[in-house]
């Protein structure tokens, strides 16, 4: 059984031309509910939730992009920040939020194969919305 804490584990993804990006493999509550709180422009019960579009990707990046490849022109590296992130050849962003949705799939997918234990049957609530189900309506496909 998973311990009811997220044990830290850094993931590295992937990107074009050699560059990777290593990110957090699971946010924990509080990480989650700052990308939720800066992403929600307006929340009201009963009604549509509306996001900020400008933050979508960037706070999701910015709670797990812990390292990076990235160097300026003269091949410097630059730290991780909001600011760097602002800067990037917005190809570059779009990969490396395209890079973590996969990465969000797959750490889903495989925490819901944990929770469903071996034999296949759910040991979740069937009322209640799983984390992971939120995020993904939250962060659908905006960048």
């Known amino acids: 059984m998973a311990g009811d804490f997220v044990t830290p584990k850094i ?12 990110v957090k493999h699971r946010l924990n509550a509080g990480e989650r509910r700052r990308v939720y ?6 929340m009201a019960f009963g009604q549509k939730t509306t996001l900020n579009p400008e933050m979508v990707g960037l706070t999701r990046l910015a709670e797990y992009v812990v390292a990076w490849s990235m160097t300026d022109d003269r091949g410097v590296s630059v730290p991780v920040s ?4 602002d800067n990037l050849d917005p190809d ?16 889903d997918a495989e925490r819901e194969q944990e929770k469903n234990g071996r034999d296949g049957v759910s040991t979740s609530s069937a009322i209640s919305p799983s984390p992971s189900s ?7 496909s905006v960048n």
């Open 92 to 107: 570059v962003y779009s990969e490396m939020v395209a890079a973590l949705d996969t990465h969000e799939e797959r750490v």
């Open 82 to 85: 909001e600011a760097a992130f």
């Open 37 to 42: 709180g800066r992403m929600v422009r307006e």
């Open 11 to 22: 993931d590295r993804l992937t990107l074009s031309d050699g560059r990777w990006v290593d």
């Open 134 to 140: 939120v995020a993904g309506a939250l962060s659908g």
